[in-house]
Antibody
Framework: QVQLQQSGPGLVKPSQTLSLTCGIS??????????WNWIRQSPSTGLEWLGRTYYRSKWYNDYALSVKSRITINPDTAKNQFSLLLNSVTPEDTAVYYCARDEMGIDFWGQGTLVTVSS | QSALTQPASVSGSPGQSITISCTGT?????????VSWYQQHPGKVPKVIIYGVSERPSGVSNRFSGSKSGSSASLTISGLQPEDEADYYCCSYTDRGTWLFGGGTKLTVL
């Protein structure tokens, strides 16, 4: 059974960088069939896909246009995890952030991390 | 890229069937057979109930079914049960290589 365990701070100051990590068990970040995503949810915007990383003989990243200039998703094969960096955050980035696997739909999700952007 | 269009709310009585629509464009729903549906109860993590337009993951009730016609997809829930009351989201692959969610539909079981 795949399990995703998120870690990272729940409070970030405006203009700083949001950083979250997602540890994977039961699968590999280097899987040739899965992709590893970050998704967020706020009451005002619903579910918003942010981006993903995946391995298909080499590493690829896809990012949502809305955050493309501010986001980086990195795999860490040594620790079997992947991370989210979102820089220059504003209060509009306040949301519950989820890591998730997509293979047969987005089929496994992390527990969610409420990140509040506030000074 | 704008969210896929879903009705804000639908309702039905126990035992009835309801359908939730999800409208996109030829760049997403209409261009790929990669539409999925998610059920989310309050305070819980979303759960995939349909992927690949009409495939059901193991363990998901056969009361849930999905279909697609042109740039619109649909989720049908038959034999409504009280525990089906939840928020439902559609999601599609897009020609930018991204995933795009719908705005969500609140299902009320009367």
């Amino acid at each position: 059974q795949v399990q995703l365990q998120q870690s990272g701070p729940g409070l970030v100051k405006p203009s700083q960088t949001l950083s979250l990590t997602c540890g994977i068990s039961g699968d590999s970040v280097s899987s040739n069939s899965a992709a590893w995503n970050w998704i967020r949810q706020s009451p005002s915007t619903g579910l918003e896909w942010l981006g993903r990383t995946y391995y298909r003989s080499k590493w690829y990243n896809d990012y949502a246009l809305s955050v493309k200039s501010r986001i980086t998703i990195n795999p860490d094969t040594a620790k079997n995890q992947f991370s989210l960096l979102l820089n220059s955050v504003t209060p509009e980035d306040t949301a519950v952030y989820y890591c998730a696997r997509d293979e047969m739909g987005i089929d496994f999700w992390g527990q969610g991390t409420l990140v509040t952007v506030s000074s | 890229q704008s969210a896929l269009t879903q009705p804000a709310s639908v309702s039905g009585s126990p035992g009835q069937s309801i359908t939730i629509s999800c409208t996109g464009t030829s760049s997403d729903v209409g261009g790929y057979n990669s539409v999925s549906w998610y059920q989310q109860h309050p305070g819980k993590v979303p759960k995939v109930i349909i992927y690949g337009v009409s495939e059901r993951p193991s363990g998901v009730s056969n009361r849930f079914s999905g279909s697609k016609s042109g740039s619109s997809a649909s989720l049908t829930i038959s034999g409504l049960q009280p525990e089906d009351e939840a928020d439902y989201y559609c999601c599609s692959y897009t020609d930018r290589g991204t995933w795009l969610f719908g705005g969500g539909t609140k299902l009320t079981v009367l």
